[in-house]
Nanobody, 116 residues
Framework: QVQLVESGGGLVQPGGSLRLSCAAS????????MSWYRQAPGKERASVAVISNTGGSTSYADSVKGRFTISRDNAKNTVFLQMNGLKPEDTAVYYCKASLPLRSYWGQGTQVTVSS
């Protein structure tokens, strides 16, 4: 079955960096676009970044452009989110999503807290 397992979240000071990972299994990873979303307390889940199946195309929410980088390693079935210049407003649970043809699948999420 499809499984997505995020890791790498934690507590970081403003201006700091974190690298999130999402390990995928149960489907042909190299054929599927992958995304990172986040959900802050009291807010709806929102897209952060998307990467095509080959990694040749990416897109970002305006709020993270120039600070976050999405990448993938198709040999390791893993998608990453490098987050630099973190701000308190980046605090949220971060989820990865796999967009398969019939439906999308979500991981369980990883908490990112940006605070001094």
């Amino acid at each position: 079955q499809v499984q997505l397992v995020e890791s790498g979240g934690g507590l970081v000071q403003p201006g700091g960096s974190l690298r999130l990972s999402c390990a995928a299994s149960g489907f042909t990873f190299s054929t599927v676009a992958m995304s990172w979303y986040r959900q802050a307390p009291g807010k709806e889940r929102a897209s952060v970044a998307v990467i095509s199946n080959t990694g040749g195309s990416t897109s970002y929410a305006d709020s993270v452009k120039g600070r976050f980088t999405i990448s993938r390693d198709n040999a390791k079935n893993t998608v990453f989110l490098q987050m630099n210049g973190l701000k308190p407003e980046d605090t949220a649970v971060y989820y990865c999503k796999a967009s398969l043809p019939l439906r999308s699948y979500w991981g369980q999420g990883t908490q990112v807290t940006v605070s001094s």
